[in-house]
């Protein structure tokens, strides 16, 4: 049986109407600690999020989307987070925000292989 760690992960909400409190699941972020692991992946369902909200600014949207895996990632697209540790990086995006791109809260488990968590994930709360 392979080492299993503990790992932290968030959903990443898309809540267009802040005031109505609905939203949809375009993401996951999830931070291993014990294998300095952290990582984003995200999907837009387009279409649910226009039923949410016809004027909802998708081009905004992805972009937000994609600056939350940029974050992970690491390197130049990660802007002055790429120096920050992958814990720092990981509290710093499930921070509560208002905005329209959120987290959501954070829940625990176990893996010994965090990037396919991230996918499985991926496939179980968002897909």
């Not at 120096?83 to 809260?105: E, H, K, N």
């Amino acid at each position: 049986m392979s080492v299993r760690d503990v790992y932290e992960y968030a959903l990443v909400r898309v809540v267009p109407r802040v005031e109505r409190g609905e939203c949809c699941n375009a993401g996951v972020i999830v931070y291993c600690r014990a294998q300095s692991f952290i990582g984003a992946r995200t999907h837009l369902d387009e279409a649910r999020l226009l039923a949410l909200d016809p004027a909802a600014d998708l081009v905004g949207v992805r972009a937000a989307l994609a600056a939350v895996e940029s974050l992970c990632d690491g390197g130049a697209g990660a802007g002055q987070a790429a120096g920050d540790d992958p814990g720092r990086r990981f509290r710093w995006l499930i921070a509560p925000r208002s905005t329209v791109v959120q987290p959501g809260p954070v829940h625990t488990g176990l893996t010994a292989d965090p990037k396919a968590e991230t996918e499985r994930l991926l496939d179980l709360l968002v897909r």
